[in-house]
């Protein structure tokens, strides 16, 4: 049972999983400026 084609499923995890790597980056940021004021 396939209701979606893979080239969609492909297009929403790479989309999904550039979201998410983008929101890692900018905790990592701010984590690292925390860490570099409290220095």
């Known amino acids: 049972m ?3 084609d ?3 499923v ?3 995890v790479s989309s999904f ?3 998410s790597i983008g929101e ?3 905790m990592d ?9 409290k220095l």
């Open 29 to 37: 940021f701010s984590i690292g400026r925390w860490r570099s004021n």
């Open 10 to 12: 492909d297009e929403v």
């Open 24 to 26: 890692i980056g900018q």
């Open 17 to 19: 999983a550039e979201k």
């Open 6 to 8: 893979d080239i969609s």
């Open 2 to 4: 396939q209701l979606i």
